[in-house]
């Protein structure tokens, strides 16, 4: 694999208490160009975390002295590190759960450590153009501020807490006011990813929803658009007729299903795919139970 050369400078922070997993972790990392560091627990990461200050951090879900939930949400108290998350468990409640203290993303054992590399830098190109020379300029509606170039978004005037994917879903929806889009669509357009969990892009809808609605549960500016997905809608933009209601407060499956337009074969979702680089083989396993 060769080095990424806009990522080589990159220090990555691997957080797993088994050794093995993340002696392969780390192992593709360095091929792949990146300066790697290695905790074992809770604790030991958020040390080494504050004295590195690493440029993304791998983090596993189940780890020993502090989960790796408690670390995330520390981790993003004291900054705008991305974080990848390392889940054995197949549960969507804890992929959810990571996202909503906010990982950036996540990856289920058993996967390959190709692919992760392959998420890590398309988080990292995320960051880096965002900050690089001639970025888009600043974008302003409905009291919303975002400036794409010093990565920084303001709701009347007090900073908002976003995620990386956050603040680019934030972004690409001022960009296009007043149009609908899919899931699939905003996980390839905002993402650049054609395959994965369209519940990702549901989980980052709502957590938006949470910091840039005045009333999540009754949302005026992000609408869900029955059968196709979501809209951004600010004064000046005209609503697109004949949309019907729907609920306003949706769990995630609702919701799901209210951007799926589930029952209706003329919507089409992406399957989950964990492995698209190396289906045969190179996939870290899943920890033992017990």
Not at 4 to 21: G, K, M, N
Not at 32 to 42: I, K, L, N, P
Not at 167 to 181: K, M, S, W, Y
Not at 208 to 233: C, F, H, M, N, S
Request: hydrophobic letters at 40%; glycine letters at 10%.
């Amino acid at each position: 694999m060769q080095p990424p050369p806009q990522d080589h400078a990159s220090r990555v922070l691997v957080v797993d208490d088994d050794p093995t997993v993340a002696e392969v972790v780390a192992g593709y990392l360095e091929r792949g160009g990146y300066t790697v560091d290695r905790a074992g627990d809770g604790p030991g990461a958020l040390e080494r975390a504050g004295a590195l200050r690493p440029d993304l951090v791998v983090l596993d879900l189940m780890l020993p002295g502090m989960d790796g939930l408690e670390v995330c949400r520390r981790l993003r108290a004291k900054g705008p590190v991305p974080v990848i998350m390392l889940t054995a468990r197949g549960d969507e409640d804890d992929r959810i759960m990571g996202l909503e203290v906010g990982a950036d993303d996540y990856v289920t054992k058993p996967f390959s450590p190709r692919e992760l590399v392959l998420r890590v830098q398309s988080v990292l190109r995320r960051s880096r153009a965002a900050r690089a020379p001639g970025a888009v300029a600043t974008l302003a509606a409905a009291g919303l501020w975002v400036d794409p170039a010093a990565r920084r978004a303001t709701k009347g005037g007090v900073e908002l807490a976003l995620t990386l994917r956050e603040f680019d879903l934030l972004a690409f929806l001022l960009r296009h006011p007043g149009q609908a889009f899919g899931r699939e669509e905003l996980m390839r357009e905002v993402w650049g990813w054609e395959f994965g969990d369209l519940s990702t892009v549901t989980v980052h809808i709502r957590r938006l929803r949470g910091k840039v609605e005045d009333d999540p549960a009754a949302p005026r500016l992000i609408q869900t658009v029955w059968g196709v997905g979501y809209r951004l809608d600010v004064p000046d933009v005209p609503d697109v007729p004949d949309v019907p209601d729907v609920p306003d407060e949706l769990d995630v499956q609702d919701e799901e299903e209210a951007a799926s337009g589930a029952g209706d074969p003329a919507v089409r979702t992406v399957p989950s795919v964990h492995d698209p680089l190396d289906p045969q083989g190179g996939r870290v396993p899943p920890r033992a139970e017990g």
